[in-house]
């Protein structure tokens, strides 16, 4: 019997946070006996092609996907779009705007932080994240790697100790997070216009970790975005406690959403994430979600 496994949310180096290449990340599904993945990037489709001939040359489905960062009544909202077709110019609009959105704000985050004295520029961060507008967290591992061999940087506590491997979630807490020194505001597209957008372009939208520490999605916020065109709602997620999930689930059984499954892989950046070692759900999720496509 084929493997029913999936993973619906790993992240590729064309993400400015990733580190494995779409080949890479095939090859590790194939070794996890996975049937189906979605490589869903930040803002970027650049994963694509190349996703395609990985997967058919490992024997993986690629489900073409992407993660948008939007912004929910003063709330950061991920929206993953599987089943999108990637192809169509015309969803690229919505991207640019993303694009730019993004960049402005990461830019406002490094100024924030040279007004603090830290060592970075905006030119470096641009050169080390490339084409991707880099998110809080990898502004934060450029910094933190910068200081590594530093005996006497005012930024050790993120560096020594057991956690140290969350040290850039450490430090975005404590100075990217609201009212905190280098705080600026979110300056993403809505989610309402992620989800009709990828309506309109064959998606079947899915909010990502509703339970994340930075979302706490309520059944009424679900309730809304149901109401524009909500499809899935990723209930296994490592973002999620036991109860977290069961909270979830229950949710999505009530408003008839598909309870999907990702890992939200990134390589270094969330170094105890693995690919595929969520084994909950199974492949019917997938033939579910294709059937609400637009």
């Known amino acids: 019997m084929k493997n029913e496994y999936i993973d619906?949310?790993?992240h590729s180096n064309k993400s400015s946070d990733g580190d494995l290449s779409p080949l890479e990340i095939c090859e590790i599904a194939k070794r996890r006996r996975l049937r189906a993945i979605s490589i869903a990037d930040h803002d970027t489709l650049e994963a694509y092609p190349?996703?395609?001939s990985a997967g058919e040359s490992n024997g993986i489905e690629i489900i073409p996907s992407i993660e948008l960062t939007t912004s929910f009544e003063g709330r950061e909202f991920h929206i993953l779009l599987p089943f999108?077709?990637?192809t169509n110019e015309k969803f690229y609009g919505i991207l640019k705007k993303a694009?730019?959105?993004r960049e402005k704000e990461a830019k406002k985050r490094?100024?924030?932080?040279m007004e603090l004295g830290f060592d970075i520029s905006w030119e470096e961060v641009k050169l080390k994240t490339k084409t991707q507008p880099p998110l809080?967290?990898?502004i934060a591992k450029i910094l933190l790697d910068k200081e590594t061999g530093k005996e006497n940087s005012p930024l050790r506590k993120y560096l020594e100790g057991d956690d140290s491997i969350f040290a850039p979630y450490r430090f975005y807490q404590d100075y990217f997070s609201e009212g905190k020194p280098a705080y600026v505001p979110k300056m993403y597209i809505s989610t309402m216009d992620a989800i009709r957008e990828g309506r309109k372009f064959g998606a079947v939208p899915v909010l990502a970790h509703p339970g994340a520490y930075f979302q706490h999605a309520t059944e009424d916020d679900i309730r809304k975005l149901k109401e524009e065109g909500l499809g899935?709602?990723?209930v296994y997620t490592f973002y999620h406690k036991a109860e977290q999930t069961q909270y979830y689930l229950k949710i999505a059984e009530k408003l008839d959403l598909v309870p999907?499954?990702?890992s939200d892989f990134h390589g270094r950046i969330k170094p105890h994430i693995n690919i595929g070692e969520l084994r909950q759900g199974g492949y019917w999720i997938v033939e579910e979600l294709r059937k609400r496509k637009a």
């Open 232 to 234: 899935g709602l990723e």
């Open 8 to 10: 619906l949310h790993i």
């Open 136 to 138: 809080g967290v990898v």
């Open 99 to 101: 694009k730019e959105l």
């Open 260 to 262: 999907t499954v990702g």
């Open 110 to 113: 490094v100024e924030k932080l």
């Open 50 to 52: 190349e996703a395609f």
């Open 84 to 86: 999108l077709d990637w």
